[in-house]
């Protein structure tokens, strides 16, 4: 039984991180119709440039946890938002918006396209900024003091504190994407647009600004979540992006895609699974190495057997 | 007020509108009657800013309105109400009212003309939080004019707003168009049912395959023999 809560714990941050990064593939999704495959290497920017902000302020090593908790971290996620989220308007600025009425085979391809060429930008380019290491191996996170490598003891489970950081952003960011969505102007606006964009228009609607909103809102979700991956697994690299955002992408999915609610719930539960798959089923078939493939069963089942996803609509409503 | 003067739009390399030129004065209901494919849906989507011109133009209050982006035409005063209603089914009537006056940043402006729309048509403010796909199609209409009226437009472009409803709610639809015109609305009214559309219009166009084929006031078309032809169903 303490093995199930162990598990379940560590199901639970790894989805949380997986919720984290979904939210931007179903929120584009939703208002665009296009599955970004760049969004993996967005998150991937979002770490990268969390990583920049700690050589900006100095590489500082040693310090107290409250510096740490209230002084670093917020100034790396902060750091990682502005790089990813520039990073994605200028993607859909200069990439999908040309791309807006072509089939919509383009962008997708065009997607898979920025993927490559962001992982490559990173991989040749990121050493050459002054002061930044090498990037065509893994580089080191920078330890966030009283978060990175400690953990508590609840009863016989061990929790990890970047998996308290994880959950706790995710629960943060959800209650926010709830007040954006229902109560602000902006998030209503999106609503109608992804429910009809030409009416949305007629209403006096900005469609090209809504999207870009939407691109901003994902990239910087994915940059807090790169800051959890960074403190979670110790190191980042510019590879980073694929595995993660195809999870993510199969949470979105799973939860129904363009379902903001759906991509958090589709996270928990690919976590979940995939941490329960790797400790409950016997013989190989359980070992580490089948962890993805147990993922990626889950997918397909609920392709089968739910198209629409876990919360997803049955029956796309549009007059 | 809205002048269209040789306007021509395309879908792809097809021309739906070949060229047709008319005005709408300040204070009439203006009326466009044609069978299926004239050009009619277009012609409003075109001056709304949600298809671009091929040629020609369209000029509003003396300004010209062609390549002006959608979203910034309804600052300039004009709402349409597109065909088939098109609203937010899965927001409630209170958001798609509030949807409609998105353009507009005086909040008790706002308030006042959502209490008037409720006033309008009472069985919304009964409704308010109910989601509009539940509506029945007259009270999803009324929802779809009310939603055009919360921009407090000069024009009011109204695309078959009579499509689907009973007689009796195709009445209630004209008798508030008659009621829009006199607080001063401008209206511009796509409409199959001609007679309905005839009877409250100063000026009527009718479109065939793109062109308008002749125009005059609404009472005189209503005794027009080719009107009565075509679209009242007289032999």
Same mark, same amino acid.
């Given at each position: 039984m303490d093995l199930f809560w162990q598990q379940l714990i560590n199901g639970l941050s790894l989805g949380a991180l997986y919720a984290l990064i979904a939210v931007g593939y179903t929120v584009v999704y939703g208002i665009v119709q296009l599955i970004n495959f760049a969004h993996g290497e967005i998150f991937m920017v979002g770490a990268f440039g969390a990583f920049a902000t700690w050589v900006v302020m @100095?590489?500082?090593?040693? %310090?107290s946890w409250q510096a740490a908790v209230f002084g670093l971290l917020p100034a790396m996620i902060v750091g990682g938002m502005i790089v990813s989220v520039s990073v994605a308007l200028l993607t859909e600025r200069l990439a999908y918006r040309p791309l807006r009425?072509?089939? *919509?085979l383009a962008p997708l391809i065009t997607a898979i396209g920025i993927s490559v060429f962001l992982q490559e930008v990173v991989r040749l380019f990121f050493g050459t900024i002054p002061g930044m290491p090498d990037a065509k191996r893994a580089i080191p996170f920078p330890t966030v003091t009283g978060i990175s490598g400690r953990s508590f003891q609840i009863g016989t489970v061990t929790v990890q504190n970047s998996a308290v950081f994880t959950i706790a952003a995710l629960a943060v960011c959800t209650v926010f994407l709830w007040f954006f969505v229902n109560r602000t102007k902006t998030g209503r606006a999106m609503v109608a647009t992804s429910q009809d964009p030409d009416t949305a228009r007629l209403m006096g609607i900005n469609v090209d600004r809504v999207i870009m909103s939407a691109f901003a809102v994902g990239a910087a979700l994915a940059a807090i979540a790169g800051v959890a991956h960074g403190m979670r697994y110790g190191n980042i690299d510019? *590879? %980073? @992006?694929f595995l993660a955002g195809l999870k993510a992408f199969t949470a979105a999915v799973l939860g129904g895609i363009g379902n903001i609610n759906g991509a958090v719930v589709g996270g928990l539960v690919l976590g979940v699974v995939e941490s329960m798959a790797t400790t409950f089923i016997p013989g190989q078939f359980g070992s580490p190495a089948w962890k993805d493939v147990w993922a990626f069963v889950l997918l397909i089942l609920v392709l089968v057997f739910r198209p629409q996803g876990l919360l997803g609509a049955k029956v796309v409503d549009r007059a | 007020m809205l002048e269209v003067k040789d306007m021509v739009v395309a879908y792809g390399r097809v021309n739906a509108v070949k060229g047709i030129t008319f005005t709408v004065e300040k204070g009439q209901v203006v009326t466009l009657l044609g069978t299926n494919g004239a050009g009619k849906s277009t012609t409003l989507r075109a001056i709304s800013g949600l298809l671009k011109l091929v040629s020609g133009s369209i000029t509003f209050e003396g300004q010209r309105l062609d390549g002006v982006p959608a979203h910034k035409i309804v600052e300039r005063g004009i709402a349409q109400s597109p065909e088939g209603r098109r609203?937010? *089914? *899965? %927001?409630?009537v209170e958001d798609n009212l509030k949807l409609g006056a998105y353009s507009r940043k005086d909040p008790a402006g706002v308030r006042s003309d959502l209490a008037r729309v409720y006033d309008l048509f009472p069985v919304l403010g009964e409704r308010r939080h109910e989601a509009a796909g539940l509506f029945s199609g007259g009270e999803q209409q009324m929802l779809a004019i009310g939603r055009a009226m919360m921009s407090q437009p000069k024009l009011l472009m109204l695309d078959e707003?009579? %499509?689907?409803?009973s007689p009796i709610m195709t009445q209630t639809i004209m008798r508030t168009i008659r009621t829009l015109q006199s607080e001063g609305v401008t209206i511009l009214l796509v409409e199959q049912n001609a007679s309905a559309a005839l009877s409250l219009a100063d000026r009527g166009y009718v479109l065939e395959v793109g062109h308008i084929m002749f125009s005059d006031t609404g009472r005189a078309l209503l005794g027009d023999d080719r009107v009565k032809r075509a679209y009242l169903g007289a032999s």
């Open positions: @100095g590489s500082p090593k040693q %310090m009425d072509a089939p *919509r510019f *590879r %980073m @992006g | 609203l937010f *089914r *899965r %927001m409630s707003p009579s %499509m689907g409803l």
